[in-house]
């Protein structure tokens, strides 16, 4: 069964950072492209940063500069490092595989507030 289990959010003033982790179960991460998502409220969820088995990784436009995927094979773990915080980063963040196949379901997220 795969479990995804997303920590590390919580409430930040703009400007700030924070580290996300994901552990992962249940999926053959060590040859699978990972990516975190995030919803905003009243949004569509969005992909944010993507890291493939071999460490490559792509990030949305928004987040260029600020945001830092990477992932550790041995512990089943994919992080993001998120610093430069803005209140639109405001939102639910959650990974999944990359590119997301909806044969799998999702984690319950992580919040992540921005405000002063």
């Known amino acids: 069964q795969v479990q995804l289990v997303e920590s590390g959010g919580g409430l930040v003033q703009p400007g700030g950072s924070l580290r996300l982790s994901c552990a992962a179960s249940g999926i053959a991460f060590n040859i699978l492209a990972m990516g975190w998502y995030r919803q905003a409220p009243g949004k569509q969820r969005e992909l944010v940063a993507t890291v493939s088995r071999g460490g490559t990784t792509n990030y949305a436009d928004s987040v260029k500069g600020r945001f830092t995927i990477s992932r550790d094979n041995a512990k089943n773990t994919v992080y993001l490092q998120m610093n430069f915080l803005k209140p639109e980063d405001t939102a639910v963040y959650y990974c999944?595989?990359?590119?997301?196949?909806?044969?799998?379901?999702w984690g319950r997220g992580t919040q992540v507030t921005v405000s002063s």
């Open positions: 999944n595989i990359a590119p997301y196949n909806p044969s799998l379901s």
